[in-house]
């Protein structure tokens, strides 16, 4: 089993940008698909991107309307988001996950039993 632990999460103004990261540890994630969540207050966790981890394919949701890239590092076990163009809307807890296939992290993520602590994003004036 992969152990996932997120950072890189902060304050910023809208229109500022952030790097993500998420770190893995355990099973083999060079293998793995791996994926963005975010769950802003009161709302439900929702899919943010995903890459798949041979080919870089990548999967986005709607919102992020080209501001946001993810990227994977199989040999540091790592995977970012970067962020620009940050929104007030943008406003949540950013979390990673890790699955055998990438749709299925862009379809059914959500619905995963499993999370690591996730790292806050703020974006206010």
């Known amino acids: 089993q992969v152990q996932l632990v997120e950072s890189g999460g902060g304050l910023v103004q809208p229109g500022d940008s952030l790097r993500l990261s998420c770190a893995a540890s355990?099973?083999?994630?060079?293998?793995?698909?791996a994926g963005w969540f975010r769950q802003a207050p009161g709302k439900e966790r929702e899919f943010v991107a995903a890459?798949?981890?041979?080919?870089?394919?990548?999967y986005y949701a709607d919102f992020v309307e080209g501001r946001f890239t993810i990227s994977k590092d199989n040999a540091k076990n790592t995977v970012y988001l970067q962020m620009n163009n940050l929104k007030p809307g943008d406003t949540a807890t950013y979390y990673c996950?890790?699955?055998?296939?990438?749709?299925?992290?862009?379809?059914?993520?959500?619905?995963?039993?499993?999370w690591g602590p996730g790292t806050r994003v703020t974006v206010s004036s």
């Open positions: 355990g099973r083999s994630f060079s293998r793995l698909a």
């Open positions: 996950a890790a699955h055998a296939n990438a749709q299925y992290l862009a379809d059914f993520g959500t619905t995963l039993n499993t």
């Open positions: 890459v798949t981890w041979a080919e870089g394919t990548t």
